[in-house]
């Protein structure tokens, strides 16, 4: 670290936390604050100014002269737009620097341009960014100069969600109010508030820049629409968990400073599986303040990157062979007196309390299975779900050894009276300490596994935000523990009550529970079986945000609309056809101005090759063979051209996104998937000075 400088030196230095707070604001109004980032007090205008100059003083400080508010639409990016503190000039032409409470909380983008699946028209322009204080505001170094960047939650003039994070401010209300009615029963009468964590571990790819920069792909669609895999891949392991690589160690070295400033609290970074292919996670945090973190993290880690000569890619699948990105979604339910209420503690078969929320989520995940299927679904994930690297798109719950002992009490005889305890590991070396093995082992092949005090999400695409998967998430759990809590609060007797409703649950949604491999097409034709429903593809979970059930679940707990909720859908579709478009248009553009060609003059140079050899009376057997391969392969290719093109414009003659939607995955996804086949083959036979763009081994072994 610079200067020697400790983690404890730089951590959350570029952040306005409790800290700062304390510092710049007087103490009266900043418990009026903290009473509001406690959700007990909405803020004061008049508090509003003096934080605001508090905080503009604090940022001034640290040399910004900028402010932004930092907000997430519904593009998958984050947005931002600068102001300076800049005041009109005055009468002898200076100026003052000023920010206000009305700009702290209040700023209103162009909404017009942002997507709105209908909500909005293009005429209609205004929307509204507001200051959401539960999320630190915090200071960006970058090229423009530090920038005050206020996290916020961004609305229609009409008042409907257009963006992340306001549905995940809603759905964190709503699973508290239902955590805490359903903890009261069980006595607890101190906790006031109860906070879903996420821990988000996020995977990416690094390349060179150089390199990416020959790639058209690459530049146009995050991932390599052609390439011809390398003689090594990942199949001897030894890129996972292996000594990173100086450039790589720097490069790692710099994005863990960035984000310790700005209060992301990075913990572990390593090599992952793939060559190329790393991943960085943080500590737990609020559900919203992670997912600010999350937002952070990704655009540090493509920004440094720029920085040191590489690009940093988060693409699913960039690379086609080996493994594809996700992000693990690591959820929790915590107290605000420190009671993570997943852990099911030393004896969990006595914990009704646990067992009655573990039964409420095996209710909510077997009934929302296909919703929360939805909320990792994307372009990029289709690529990477089902494969051996990732989840499958069967949603499925793991519980560990020694939860499904318990149900297994409870089923057969109405009452657990043990758990499994973890033992000792054993490792047959004297100078080597026994270890305490925890009471169950872990299951990667698991979408929705439970990891000791939490359950761990791994469907999540890796550029997508958290915010999606974890308002369903949310939700659900809200819906289940109501459902719980209305028959519990009317209960004569409370004990039998508990117990008959634990068995129906468990009993009614056993089915979702699974602890095989769930890459395996036993688990496909089981899960079948068993009526989980298998959502392959992006198009077919969509439809799961405008069920009946999920719009019903939705609105009753003010979470969504069923406006905002369709159009959503919209949006998805939408976004699916432009992506699947962007693509066939890449493919189309890289096979006609620099493969064809490239693969025609190579051609053309084996030609002349033969003519000589065979003027002379030499052997050209083995270069007549590989022209003939070639210019099989190379009219197989030009007929696929042919046909992406085809598919591709009829593509755009059909009005409806959803129908649009379809026909893409239908007819253009195989076009492209034909056009590839020969292209790659050819890569192989062509000669690599001719080949015009660089190989797979060049981008994930040349870094």
């Known amino acids: 670290m610079e200067n020697n400088h400790t983690i404890m030196d730089i951590f959350g230095t570029n952040v306005f936390n409790d800290k700062a707070m304390r510092q710049y604001l007087p103490k009266s109004i900043y418990h009026e604050l903290r009473k509001t980032i406690d959700g007990r007090k909405e803020l004061d205008p008049a508090v509003a100014d003096i934080v605001a100059s508090a905080i503009r003083k ?24 600068h102001d300076s503190f800049i005041t009109p000039p005055r009468a002898d032409g200076s100026v003052l620097e000023e920010f206000s409470g009305k700009d702290l909380i209040k700023g209103e983008p162009d909404a017009s341009s942002f997507p709105s699946g209908g909500l909005r028209t293009t005429f209609e322009a205004r929307g509204y960014t507001t200051w959401d204080c539960t999320s630190p505001v915090f200071i960006r170094e970058d090229a423009a100069g530090p920038i005050l960047c206020i996290p916020t939650a961004f609305c229609s003039f009409t008042g409907e969600a257009l963006d992340q994070k306001t549905p995940l401010l809603r759905s964190m209300e709503a699973v508290q109010e239902q955590t805490l009615r359903l903890i009261r029963l069980f006595g607890n009468t101190t906790s006031r508030k109860v906070t879903p964590s996420i821990g988000a571990e996020q995977e990416y790819f690094l390349i060179d820049r150089e390199k990416y920069l020959e790639r058209k792909d690459l530049i146009y669609t995050g991932r390599t629409l052609f390439g011809a895999m390398p003689p090594k891949g990942q199949e001897l392991d030894d890129h996972y968990f292996g000594t990173i690589r ?55 880690l493509k920004r440094v990157a720029a920085q040191q000569g590489l690009v940093c890619l988060l693409h699913e699948k960039p690379f086609a062979g080996v493994n594809g990105s996700g992000k693990h979604n690591n959820w929790s339910l915590t107290t605000d007196d420190g009671i993570n209420l997943l852990d099911p503690g030393k004896r969990p078969h006595e914990n009704k309390q ?28 289709d690529h990477r779900l089902g494969a051996h690297e990732a989840p499958p798109a069967i949603v499925s719950v793991f519980l560990g050894e020694q ?15 043990h758990s499994l305890k973890g033992g000792k590991l054993h490792t047959g070396v004297k100078t080597l300490p026994d270890l305490t093995k925890d009471a169950t082992d872990r299951n990667r092949t698991s979408p929705f596994a439970f990891t000791n005090n939490k359950f761990e999400f791994r469907m999540v695409g890796s550029r997508d935000s958290i915010a999606p998967s974890t308002v369903v998430i949310n939700t659900i759990v809200a819906e289940a523990f109501a459902d719980a809590c209305d028959v ?32 395996s ?7 079948e079986r068993r009526g989980l429903p298998n959502l392959k593809s992006m198009v077919d979970a969509i439809p799961a945000l405008v069920t009946e059930k999920s719009i019903r679940m939705f609105e009753r707990f003010g979470v969504f609309s069923e406006s905002e909720l369709f159009s959503r859908a919209e949006i998805k579709y939408e976004t699916y056809n432009k992506a699947l478009n962007i693509e066939a248009l ?56 042919k046909i992406l093109r085809e598919v591709t414009a009829e593509a755009g003659t059909i009005e409806s996104n959803e129908k649009r939607a379809h026909f893409y995955h239908d007819y253009v996804l195989p076009a492209m998937e034909a056009l590839r086949r020969p292209v ?12 015009p763009m660089p190989s797979y081994g060049d981008l994930m072994f040349e870094v």
């Open 246 to 300: 100086q450039r790589i160690a720097a490069y790692m070295k710099q994005v863990n400073e960035e984000l310790w400033k700005m209060g992301v609290p990075a913990k572990t970074q390593h090599n992952e599986v793939a060559p190329a292919q790393h991943e960085l996670a943080p500590i737990y945090a609020e559900a919203n303040v992670a997912t600010d973190h999350n937002q952070i993290m990704m655009q540090t």
């Open 680 to 691: 790659d083959k050819m890569e192989m036979l062509v000669d690599k000075e001719a080949w």
């Open 354 to 381: 646990f067992l009655l929320i573990l039964a409420c989520i095996l209710k909510a995940v077997d009934t929302h299975a296909d919703l929360l299927r939805e909320s990792a679904a994307n372009v990029g994930n």
């Open 521 to 527: 097409e036993e688990w496909v034709q089981e899960a």
């Open 403 to 417: 939860l499904d002992e318990i149900l297994d009490q409870l089923m057969s005889t109405g009452n657990a009276t």
């Open 58 to 81: 604090w940022a001034i400080e640290k040399g910004a002269t900028h402010y932004t508010h930092w907000f997430q639409p519904l593009t998958g990016f984050t947005a931002e737009k």
């Open 586 to 641: 890449t493919m189309i553009d890289m096979a006609v101005k620099q493969i064809l060609p490239a693969v025609i003059k190579y051609t053309g140079t084996l030609s002349q090759i033969i003519e000589s050899l065979r003027a002379i009376g030499a052997d050209a057997s083995v270069q007549t063979e590989l022209l003939s391969g070639i210019s099989s392969l190379l009219n197989e290719a030009n007929g696929a051209v």
């Open 488 to 519: 519990l609060e009317k209960a004569d007797d409370f004990d039998t009550a508990l117990q008959d409703l634990m068995l129906q649950y468990i009993s009614e949604h056993r089915k979702i529970i699974f602890g095989g491999n769930g890459y």
